[in-house]
């Protein structure tokens, strides 16, 4: 990818760009105080700011690691990079073996193209033992952009043992296997990441390249055709 920022959140309503894939969904139970309330960038905002200020006064009441983990979580969903991972930073600092919470920021600094950092904090995360296959399929794919494939392979292998479908770990392996150029299993890996998420442009893309390693300009084409759609769709 030549943008290295990674496909964080297409599914949570376009909140983040291009490119590991999203799976967030409509919610997170990072902080666990609102993942009953199904909050997501697609909110209102009027909704996102009333749980936001619920937060902060709970923080000021009793500051806690939770909470802070639950702001960072609703910042994430308002498009406060920055505010998030000032709070997900204050979440660690008061609970530092608690891997979900650097998992949960390697996933915020994917969203500013910090690939060092996103790779760093799972792996910390994984060090605790938190092993979480969409964070294992989020790791892998920013080792496969740093074109760290030996572990961009390990990790996504992981993930997909644990989620079979997991689409990141298999648009993972893919980059993998193309840059083995072993095109056939790569177009094997895209497809069925397309089948579990048919709305990342990037995957598309990567896919056309490898049809037109093949020699295949039609499906090439269409391809980049169905990427330039979504990319038209997700700027409006």
């Given at each position: 990818m030549?943008?290295?920022?990674?496909?964080v959140?297409?599914?949570?309503?376009?909140l983040f760009f291009s490119p590991v894939a999203s799976f967030l969904g409509k919610s997170s139970d990072i902080g666990s105080v609102h993942a009953e309330e199904q909050l997501s960038a697609d909110s209102p905002p009027a909704k996102l700011k009333a749980k936001l200020a619920e937060i902060d006064k709970a923080i000021d009441t009793s500051p806690s690691a939770k909470a802070y983990g639950a702001k960072a979580n609703v910042l994430v969903f308002m498009g406060e990079k920055s505010k998030a991972l000032t709070a997900i930073n204050k979440a660690i600092q008061l609970s530092p073996n608690t891997g979900k919470y650097y998992a949960y920021r390697g996933l915020i600094k994917s969203t500013v193209g910090d690939l060092d950092g996103t790779i760093k904090d799972i792996e910390k995360a994984k060090s605790i033992s938190y092993l979480d296959s969409d964070y294992l399929?989020?790791?892998?794919?920013?080792?496969?952009?740093k074109a760290d494939f030996k572990n961009a392979l390990k990790n996504a292998e992981a993930a997909l043992r644990e989620e079979n479908d997991n689409y990141s770990a298999l648009?993972?392996?893919?980059?993998?296997?193309?840059?083995?150029?072993?095109y056939q299993k790569a177009l094997s890996d895209f497809g069925k990441a397309i089948t579990k998420n048919g709305k990342l442009p990037e995957i598309y893309l990567e896919r056309a390249a490898v049809w037109e390693k093949l020699g295949n300009k039609k499906n090439a084409l269409s391809d980049r055709a169905i990427a330039q759609k979504l990319k038209s769709q997700a700027n409006r």
């Open positions: 030549k943008d290295n920022r990674l496909i959140g297409i599914l949570v309503a376009g399929g989020l790791l892998a794919l920013a080792q496969a952009d648009y993972a392996r893919g980059k993998v296997r193309t840059s083995q150029k072993n």
